[in-house]
């Protein structure tokens, strides 16, 4: 069965500091995995996507990396500010079957100034 | 402007009625999603439409119905079927199945 395991579930950090959200992922075959920042009461909005090719791309303070091998992406926020605060959502497409893609339960994130 | 939308935004009806929610994109996209999200859980696929005129049944599609028959519209009917429809519900666009999708705002529905 496909799944993607976020962690950690929250994480609550000071403005400036820097971050590292995880996701785990069993889908296969693997197309791409894409992060979505999710502001409370709004819509997912897509920050990058990640091929298999792929091992960083970068979106102004996000940065994100994708181990393949081992089926782990990270996401890396620089320089926290308050409109950092959102719920991350990791979101895995499968290559083979349906193409319906595989979301995480995301990780809330809280910047206090 | 192009893009996804949802409405409304707020919606609260009584146990047992059908309750319809609507959404329209104006994006020309081909697919069009409906999700259900509840707080700490994922994203859930409700029913997902290739192509006007088509739609698939998701995870969780017991007790929702769809229709779509225009491209830019793919309403949502919560049935009275659904025994916990209180949930915050997603719409999304994307020109192919396998491509980026675009969310609209989100429409949360409260049943008393």
């Known amino acids: 069965k496909n799944q993607v395991e976020q962690s950690p579930q929250s994480l609550i950090i000071l403005e400036g500091k820097n971050c590292t959200l995880q996701?785990?992922?069993?889908?296969?075959?693997?197309?791409?995995l894409r992060w979505y920042k999710q502001d409370t009461g709004r819509g997912p909005v897509s920050l990058t996507i990640m091929t298999f090719s792929e091992n960083t791309k970068s979106n102004g303070r996000y940065t994100a990396t994708l181990d393949a091998d081992t089926k782990q992406s990270s996401l890396h926020i620089t320089a926290s500010q308050l409109s950092d605060s959102a719920s991350y959502i990791c979101?895995?497409?499968?290559?083979?079957?349906?193409?319906?893609?595989?979301f995480g339960r995301g990780t809330s994130l809280i910047v206090h100034p | 402007d192009g893009g996804i939308t949802q409405s409304p935004k707020y919606l609260f009806r009584k146990e047992g009625q059908n309750v319809t929610l609507s959404c329209e994109q104006n994006l020309n996209h081909d697919a069009m999603y409906w999700y259900r999200q509840d707080p700490g859980q994922g994203l859930r696929l409700i029913y997902y439409s290739q192509i006007v005129n088509d739609f698939q049944k998701g995870d969780i599609a017991e007790g929702y119905s769809v229709s779509r028959e225009k491209k830019e519209s793919f309403p949502l009917t919560v049935t009275s079927a659904q025994k916990n429809p209180t949930a915050f519900y997603l719409c999304?666009?994307?020109?192919?199945?396998?491509?980026?999708?675009?969310f609209g705002q989100g429409t949360r529905l409260t049943v008393v």
């Open positions: 996701c785990n992922y069993t889908v296969s075959p693997f197309s791409n």
């Open positions: 979101v895995v497409r499968s290559s083979g079957g349906s193409y319906i893609p595989t």
């Open positions: 999304a666009s994307s020109i192919g199945v396998n491509t980026e999708a675009f």
